[in-house]
């Protein structure tokens, strides 16, 4: 099983940045891709942002241009970069691992507030 540790949640303005990190058990430059996510109160969950194996990243439409999406293979770490926030931004954020095809692992998420 792999573990993932989501942490950097919090409270700010509107406008304001914040910075996400989800700390893995396992070798994350091994796994098939690694992604955030998030809930709003009463929706769906949604993605976010993702990054293969090799690097590449990709981004929900709502989110370029404001968002990163990086990691750090000797910590085995991801990241999420959020500048620019909204108050539309508050969700609970989850990091998932896909490890494999059918085989993902999610972390407990992070509350991240942003107050008009």
């Known amino acids: 099983q792999v573990q993932l540790i989501e942490s950097g949640g919090g409270l700010v303005q509107a406008g304001g940045s914040l910075r996400l990190s989800c700390a893995a058990s396992g070798s994350i430059s091994r796994f098939n891709a690694m992604g955030w996510y998030r809930q709003a109160p009463g929706k769906q969950r949604e993605w976010v942002a993702g990054i293969s194996r090799g690097g590449s990243t990709n981004y929900a439409d709502f989110v370029k241009g404001r968002f990163t999406i990086s990691r750090d293979v000797v910590k085995n770490t991801v990241y999420l970069q959020m500048s620019s926030l909204k108050p539309e931004d508050t969700a609970v954020y989850y990091c998932?691992?896909?490890?494999?095809?059918?085989?993902?692992?999610w972390g407990q998420g992070t509350q991240v507030t942003v107050s008009s």
């Open positions: 998932k691992a896909d490890i494999v095809t059918n085989i993902g692992y």
